[in-house]
């Protein structure tokens, strides 16, 4: 009996040690991804504009790291260390990030495809993809015109910013698909790595803002601090945001999500 015991208590510790499966992963994202959709349109949109707000963070860290370093070589590497800070705090505080649900509210929908699971996602996206922007449009607007930081941290957040403006429509919806990808793979991973979350996060993200890819939200406040400030014009607003949720969506919904659902399709998830 005893070692019966002894080697239940082994092959515990064992299942404890192992990491999760693709199949398992796909199981936890999927029922997180449920529990998202079945949350009530209020409770998505506040916390999608609590996100949009948090966000805002990752632009404050670069715009502050731009303030205080002078140019050269490594320069654009340091200003990437700021980039992750925002997901971070949306990420680790629950906030809902559109980016983030891609692939979340997408597994449900392609293991059991239906109207009324189609409904549900596209209601997630939309109420989360426009609670994200009215976030960070209100962030921007309180640099833009209230005496938030000083004017090195300001002039440095407009120095950031102004990099949107080097694509165009097709630049920025090819350069948010590896975005919305990577994004879609911090969800994944996740489950796997709850004790080395912030490393997870930061690792990846890191990879998104040297790699120079477009993310809808961040970006939006970016692009929504230079129309406040007068530096681009309305049009110029939407020819980023358009292609960057695209992007975003097609990286993240269309790609990650299939290949993570394909792989274990065949596995009776």
Do not use: C
Request: charged fraction near 10%.
């Amino acid at each position: 009996m005893a070692d019966n015991e002894e080697k239940n208590g082994e092959t515990g510790t064992v299942e404890d040690l192992k990491s999760a499966n693709a199949l398992e992963l796909h199981r936890a994202v999927r029922e997180e991804g449920q529990a998202e959709l079945e949350r009530p349109t209020g409770s998505l949109f506040w916390s999608g504009v609590a996100g949009g707000l948090a966000i805002t963070a990752s632009l404050v860290a670069e715009g502050a790291i731009a303030a205080h370093t002078a140019p050269g070589p490594a320069r654009p590497l340091l200003l990437a260390i700021g980039y992750p800070i925002g997901f971070l705090i949306v990420i680790l505080g629950r906030m809902q990030l559109f980016t983030e649900s891609t692939v979340t509210a997408m597994l449900p929908l392609v293991n059991a495809p239906s109207w009324g699971a189609t409904g549900r996602t596209l209601r997630l996206w939309s109420v989360v993809l426009a609670a994200n922007f009215i976030g960070t449009a209100l962030a921007a607007a309180a640099f833009a015109f209230l005496p938030l930081g000083d004017a090195a941290l300001h002039a440095g957040m407009l120095e950031v910013s102004m990099k949107i403006t080097e694509h165009g429509p097709l630049a920025t919806f090819v350069n948010a698909v590896p975005a919305g990808f990577l994004i879609a793979i911090v969800a994944w991973t996740l489950p796997n790595a709850r004790e080395q979350a912030f490393f997870v996060v930061f690792g990846i993200v890191y990879v998104v803002a040297i790699g120079g890819f477009s993310h809808s939200v961040v970006g939006s406040t970016e692009t929504f601090l230079l129309l406040f400030s007068g530096k681009i014009g309305g049009a110029q607003v939407l020819a980023f945001l358009a292609p960057a949720v695209l992007g975003n969506l097609f990286g993240g919904a269309g790609l990650f999500a299939l290949l993570a659902h394909a792989q274990v399709r065949e596995e009776g998830v």
